[in-house]
């Protein structure tokens, strides 16, 4: 057992998975449904997950939440689909575990977990989007995870576009046009009322090269913004369709990126799977253990 000794949780809509992590590496893992009554029930829920799990020479707990924060005072701003609002989450949870506790966006976890044990390996400047039922992502900047909202799938790619999904009232964002449900959307409005984006991924279906284009300009913008040396791509429809989605992504990026950036530019497949958000967590709790 090394001094790295922490567990990271990942917590969904749906389900929370919460795992001990040694050096890195995921060595035992609990899953179960996320109680949505109320938030004291979500947040006992948590705790009797991280309980499962055995607590001995564990230094430290890592919550990666689907919600925005002030990073002022770690507030958290709301979830969508979680009852997580206004409340010190950090906090909250350390009364119930009697460990220090750190939490962070689990799309920043996960990109955080790339650029140390993945994709993003050996980079200062380095963005992750994920393309799943939403969009979702994170940044690496000189090195560091930065700490804001990056809501990178509701950035505006399409001026008055295509509205986004669930509470969201924008139009033209990322997610509207790159995601998993988006592009199921697409592949209804073209093979039938029961397609999805798998028909689209298994026939190689040039609507594919529209959704690659949309992601390209995304990635261009980004580029710009930050300076991004290598961009990952993840999520179930991402990682599906990668290879068909980057021809397009290449060329627009290369019209959107300023100077050589589009072609200097990497652009890979995410490496870890459905454990970025867990290990990314993971990352946290020895940053709270400190």
């Known amino acids: 057992m090394s001094a790295k000794r922490v567990i990271g949780v990942d917590l969904g809509g749906t389900k929370i998975l919460a795992g001990v992590i040694d050096d890195g590496k995921v060595v035992q893992t609990v899953e179960q449904p996320t109680p949505t009554t109320s938030q004291d029930a979500l947040l006992d829920g948590i705790a009797d997950v991280v309980r499962e799990l055995p607590l001995d020479g564990v230094a430290a707990v890592g919550c990666g939440i689907p919600s925005r924060f002030d990073y002022r005072t770690g507030i958290s701003l709301g979830a969508v689909n979680i009852p997580l609002r206004g409340i010190d989450f950090a906090a909250e949870m350390e009364k119930r575990l009697l460990l220090p506790v750190g939490v962070e966006n689990d799309a920043s976890c996960a990109a955080w977990a790339e650029h140390v044990h993945g994709a993003g390996r050996g980079t200062s400047y380095f963005v992750a989007l994920t393309l799943g039922t939403g969009v979702g992502g994170g940044v690496v900047f000189a090195g560091r995870l930065l700490r804001a909202w990056t809501e990178l799938g509701h950035m505006v790619i399409v001026e008055d576009g295509e509205p986004c999904q669930g509470a969201c009232s924008g139009r033209g964002h990322v997610e509207a046009y790159c995601s998993g449900t988006a592009a199921t959307r697409l592949a209804r409005e073209l093979l039938g009322p029961n397609a999805n984006a798998h028909d689209l991924v298994e026939q190689g279906h040039p609507a594919l090269e529209t959704i690659g284009h949309h992601l390209g300009v995304a990635i261009g913008s980004l580029v710009n913004i930050f300076g991004a040396e290598r961009v990952a791509i993840g999520g179930g ?20 990126a300023l100077g050589d950036a589009g072609r200097d530019l990497q652009i890979e497949r995410a490496e870890l799977g459905a454990e970025a958000g867990l290990i990314g967590a993971g990352l946290v709790a020895l940053e709270a253990a400190r």
Do not use: T
Request: aromatic share 10%; proline share 5%.
């Open 237 to 256: 429809f991402g990682v599906a369709a990668f290879d068909l989605l980057v021809p397009a992504a290449r060329a627009a990026v290369l019209r959107e």
